[in-house]
Each structure stands twice: as structure tokens, then as C-alpha cells.
């Protein structure tokens, strides 16, 4: 069958195919670098586009590559814990006794939890009872008690205590009930 087509018919085709490839590359307009963004955020709107985003994200291999060193992520907290911003960023946060009152508690299960397994663990009981016993400490903690410096030292405490935010939480609370039972009553004895 192919002795009978003329050799020249096979160079004019493949040139005829080449120049309609060319062609099409040519004369499509190319797209720039917006235009390919915009192609592919619209893309990945799409429930397909979704739904491939999920599968991709489902696969172990990426989420290993996902995972992060704990060093790194420690390195991070603590830099940014310790920077000028943070600082600012956490004295502005702890104004706001609920802010305060949430972090408070939130910390306050792991002091507890802390003190728990000192008080459990045998070494530390008994060291405390040993120098709690020791008369020369009951001695001087009868002498700080009467001392003036111990009583300036009570009253930071009591400063402190009514600065901490889980005591200012709580007498927000009380007085945000005192006022709704003070209100109550007030308008029980106007319906009188």
C-alpha cells in the first residue's frame, strides 16, 4: 500500500502538521502571570477543586512534610514570646480580666498538677517536713510575723491578690449579681 504513494507526499505532510502545531501555539494568546492566578484560585474554588485540595492534603507522605520540628516550633514560640511585639502583645492581652481569667485557669491545672506530684514524691515531703520542724525556723518565722517588713510583704500579697485576674473576674462577677439582686428588688417593691 505504501509502495504506491509518492515520496514526496510524506515530507508535505509532516510540513503540513508542523505548521498547523506552530500555528496554534502562535496564534493563541498567552497568558500572564494574573491571568494564570486568577485561572487557578477560580480553579480551586470549585467543589473539584476542593475536593482535590482535601486529597492531596489527606495523603500521608504530605502530611509528614507538613508536620513541623518541635524545636523549630519551640524556637519560634519563644522568640516571639520574648520580642519587643510580644511583650506589648501580652501586657495589652492581660489587660482584659476575661483574657486573664481564661489564661489564668487554663495554667491553673498544671500549678495544681505540679504541686500534686511534688507533695506525692517522697524526697520533697521530706525535706519540708525537715525544715519545717527545724526549731531555728519556727523561731524565725514568729520573728517575721511581728516584723514590719512582713507586714509591708502582706499587703503586696493582698495588692497583688486584688490585682490577679482570676479575683478580678470573680468580683466582677459577684458585683455585676449584686446590682442584678439590688435591681430586682428595687422593682419588686415598686410593683408593691
Known amino acids: 500500500m505504501y509502495k504506491n504513494l509518492p515520496y514526496w507526499l510524506l515530507p508535505v505532510f509532516l510540513v503540513?502538521?508542523?505548521?498547523?502545531?506552530?500555528?496554534?501555539?502562535?496564534s493563541g494568546p498567552q497568558m500572564d502571570y494574573e491571568e494564570t492566578k486568577k485561572m487557578v484560585v477560580d480553579i480551586l474554588k470549585t467543589d473539584d477543586g476542593k475536593k482535590a485540595v482535601e486529597e492531596i492534603m489527606a495523603d500521608s507522605s504530605v502530611k509528614e512534610q507538613l508536620i513541623m520540628d518541635n524545636a523549630v516550633v519551640s524556637d519560634t514560640i519563644q522568640k516571639t514570646l520574648t520580642s519587643n511585639k510580644g511583650t506589648e502583645f501580652w501586657k495589652k492581652s492581660f489587660e482584659d480580666p476575661k483574657f486573664a481569667?481564661?489564661?489564668a485557669k487554663g495554667m491553673q491545672s498544671e500549678h495544681?498538677?505540679?504541686?500534686?506530684?511534688?507533695?506525692?514524691?517522697?524526697?520533697?515531703?521530706?525535706?519540708?517536713?525537715?525544715?519545717?520542724?527545724d526549731p531555728e525556723?519556727?523561731?524565725?518565722?514568729?520573728?517575721?510575723?511581728?516584723?514590719?517588713?512582713y507586714r509591708e510583704h502582706m499587703q503586696t500579697v493582698i495588692t497583688e491578690t486584688f490585682e490577679s485576674p482570676i479575683f478580678k473576674a470573680k468580683l466582677q462577677d459577684l458585683m455585676v449579681k449584686a446590682a442584678g439582686e439590688i435591681q430586682a428588688g428595687e422593682e419588686a417593691k415598686e410593683k408593691e
Open 137 to 149: 525556723l519556727e523561731k524565725e518565722f514568729a520573728d517575721l510575723m511581728e516584723s514590719k517588713r
Open 112 to 133: 495544681e498538677k505540679l504541686i500534686k506530684d511534688l507533695m506525692n514524691d517522697p524526697a520533697y515531703r521530706g525535706m519540708l517536713i525537715e525544715v519545717l520542724k
Open 16 to 26: 503540513f502538521v508542523l505548521s498547523g502545531c506552530a500555528q496554534t501555539e502562535a
Open 101 to 103: 481569667e481564661s489564661m
